[in-house]
């Protein structure tokens, strides 16, 4: 069984997690008032987003995001979910629906697959050698007109440490990879 919110860091107050990767992307995961965590994004120095996930009684929960076009704020009951307890080869899946006063990516309704791919004892990345290093796929689409299958056509195979969270993401599009990946080059716990 693993336990996925191990997976997903949320520091006390006054810590954070200072992350580099090695395109440009830098991640900073500080806790948010009220509980959960912000994780902010920048590439080449220029802010992309923060989105703020939670650790609640039914798994990791992402409620809403913070991006150039605005806020997107989750309804309740319909955020996007990461994962709780689950088992390799585990799929979970369901709806997702934004707010309709904060529609800040253009659309309302998504749909969130995530596999549980497996859990390596270790993975070696420029950032170092990390133990038991979890393996996800997640699939994810949005539209405005409401939540049909068979359309999830973005997502990423992503590698996450124990208390580090992502170290590793390769991205695909339409189910084709992009050529676009992410690796840790250096992180600070303070």
């Known amino acids: 069984m693993i336990n996925v919110p191990d997976y997903w860091p949320i520091p006390g107050p006054g810590r954070s997690i200072a992350k580099a990767f090695d395109n440009g992307l830098r991640a900073m995961i500080v ?60 799929l ?46 997640y699939w994810q689409y949005w539209t405005s007109m409401g939540v049909a299958g068979g359309q999830i056509s973005s997502g990423a195979m992503i590698w996450l440490a124990k208390g580090i969270g992502f170290i590793k993401q390769e991205w695909f599009k339409n189910n084709v990879d992009t050529g676009y990946a992410e690796e840790l080059q250096s992180y600070v716990i303070t």
């Not at 996930?53 to 806020?71: Q, S, V």
């Not at 709806?95 to 659309?107: R, S, T, Y």
Request: glycine share 14%; proline share 6%; net charge negative.
């Open 31 to 90: 806790p948010a008032v009220g509980g959960g965590a912000w994780l902010e994004e920048w590439q080449n120095d220029v802010w992309q987003d923060t989105w703020h996930y939670n650790a609640t009684p039914i798994g990791i929960l992402e409620d809403y995001d913070l991006g150039p076009k605005g806020r997107t704020q989750m309804v309740k009951g319909k955020e996007i979910i990461w994962g709780n307890q689950q088992n390799i080869g585990d």
């Open 92 to 137: 979970i899946q369901g709806q997702c629906e934004i707010a309709p006063k904060f529609l800040g990516i253009g659309a309302q309704f998504g749909w969130q697959e995530v596999k549980f791919i497996d859990v390596l004892p270790s993975m070696i990345v420029a950032a170092g050698n990390f133990p038991n290093v979890l393996q996800i796929e």
